[in-house]
């Protein structure tokens, strides 16, 4: 099993629409959550962070549930420029290594 | 499957010496790999791109006879930070790119876990 899972879509959702995606980890001792944004062939970047109280950024909402060890984003009111791939990411350790997710593609379509 | 790994880590060093980080995809063939750094609560920046057999290209604003890259086969590339100096402590990640029928027909990053690098 992957330490970190991800649903790679793509997920076509009209423009308009609320789409969630989730990602689901495997270390109980995962210590911090991510949300990277990836266009094509450009460098991930950082969407948000994921707080244990859930937290939320404009059209973005993320949620994290430690107990189902899973990792959610919520975009609401989806634009077409939120087509992009989105990488779940992971820290296990005090070295902060980073444990990513493969990635969902979302397409947003007109 | 598509599993990238690094080596070292960790590695903590002083000021003056080189140090070199190695990428490698564990289960499958990559002609590509890039090279990032991280700085504290930031995201990614592109270092480089690396292709199997063929120089790296370099990022605007970073020095490719500091930031040396090789990749020298379809598993592995490597990236040598030469003389290094307090200010080039980052964290320094690699991907790989997986291209084709394998990534189903598009093409996948899969990103090692990073190498903090701390000089003295």
């Known amino acids: 099993r992957k330490e970190v899972e991800q649903d790679p879509g793509p997920f076509n959702v009209p423009e308009g629409a609320t789409v969630a995606f989730n990602c689901t980890y495997s270390?109980?001792?995962?210590?911090?959550f991510f949300w990277y944004r990836q266009d094509c062939r450009k460098e991930p970047k950082l969407l948000m962070s994921?707080?244990?109280?859930?937290n939320e950024d404009g059209r973005f909402t993320a949620q994290l549930n430690r107990a189902s060890q899973y990792i959610s984003l919520l975009i609401r009111d989806s634009k077409l420029s939120d087509s992009a791939t989105y990488l779940c990411v992971v820290t296990v350790d005090s070295n902060y290594q980073l444990i990513w997710g493969a990635g969902t593609k979302l397409i947003i379509k007109p | 499957g598509a599993v990238v790994s690094q080596h070292p880590s960790r590695v903590i060093c002083k000021s003056g010496t080189s140090v070199k980080i190695e990428c490698r995809s564990l289960?499958?063939?990559?002609?590509?790999m890039f090279w990032y750094r991280q700085f504290p609560k930031q995201s990614l920046m592109l270092m480089a791109t690396s292709n199997e057999g063929s120089k790296a290209t370099y990022e605007q604003g970073v020095e490719k006879d500091k930031f040396l890259i090789n990749h020298a086969s379809l598993t592995l590339s490597t990236l040598t930070v030469t003389s290094a100096h307090p200010e080039d402590s980052s964290f320094y990640i690699c991907s790989a790119s997986l291209a084709g029928v394998a990534s189903g027909g598009g093409e996948t990053q899969y990103f090692g876990p990073g190498t903090r690098l701390l000089v003295l």
């Open positions: 270390n109980s001792a995962s210590q911090s």
């Open positions: 994921v707080y244990s109280s859930g």
């Open positions: 289960d499958f063939q990559a002609t590509t």
